[in-house]
């Protein structure tokens, strides 16, 4: 099966800090990427959906600002969390869909973000 | 707009079957996947279905019925493994996908 990779899958940082996500599909070609937010006990929450080239599409009450998303290629995307606070301490997980077939989700392993 | 409802939590004993149900109202879609969660990991592949009626892989089984808006996933012979939460989520054409809230599966021994 096709393989999407994440990194780092768990960082710390400071208040106020920024942090980077990578998400990389690594033996497919991601048409669209997506970026989720999952809080403790609750299912994934759409963030924004990204395609290669161009600009990512916000869900309702996701700060663009906040949350930078980058997809520069067909294989990578970024996710930006610009001055972290503690609210924003979760669990990212990104996938990426192909080209074919079915339109199953690849997802990456996740990245548990901590701010303190 | 789209809703999906799951119950929250179930529990069921090793060797038994769960059947864990999904409503959902929506104007259309393109299939239904259930995906397994194991706390603090993404999620994996269970099962998609778009058309209605069962289908059977191993020990997993999921069923859609489009003019009732419902799917379940039946799991046979449950190992302790299978504790783990179970996602219904509604796929609209590969432009994003909508997650049910989730059901908790604790299998007791």
């Known amino acids: 099966g096709a393989v999407v990779s994440q990194h780092p899958s768990w960082v710390i940082c400071k208040s106020g800090t920024s942090v980077k996500i990578e998400c990389r599909s690594l033996d497919f070609q991601a048409t669209t990427m997506f970026w989720y937010r999952q809080f403790p006990k609750q299912s994934l929450m759409l963030m924004a959906t990204s395609n290669e080239g161009s600009k990512a599409t916000y869900e309702q009450g996701v700060e663009k600002d906040k949350f930078l998303i980058n997809h520069a290629s067909l294989t990578l995307s970024t996710l930006t969390v610009t001055s972290a606070h503690p609210e924003d301490s979760s669990f990212y997980i990104c996938?990426?869909?192909?080209?074919?077939?079915?339109?199953?989700?690849?997802f990456g392993p996740g990245t548990r973000l901590t701010v303190l | 707009g789209q809703n999906i409802d799951q119950p929250t939590e179930m529990t069921a004993t090793e060797g038994a079957i769960v059947q864990i149900n999904c409503t959902y109202q929506t104007s259309g879609f393109n299939g239904l996947f259930w995906y397994q969660q194991h706390a603090g990991e993404a999620p994996t592949f269970l099962s998609y279905?778009?058309?209605?009626g069962l289908e059977e892989k191993g020990r997993f089984s999921s069923f859609l019925s489009r003019s009732k808006g419902y799917s379940y996933l039946l799991l046979k012979e449950l190992q302790m493994k299978d504790s783990a939460s179970y996602l219904c989520?509604?796929?609209?054409?590969?432009?994003?996908?909508?997650f049910g809230p989730g059901t908790r599966l604790s299998v007791l021994p």
């Open positions: 996938s990426a869909t192909g080209t074919g077939g079915v339109n199953e989700q690849f």
């Open positions: 279905n778009v058309l209605d």
């Open positions: 989520v509604l796929d609209n054409y590969g432009q994003n996908f909508v």
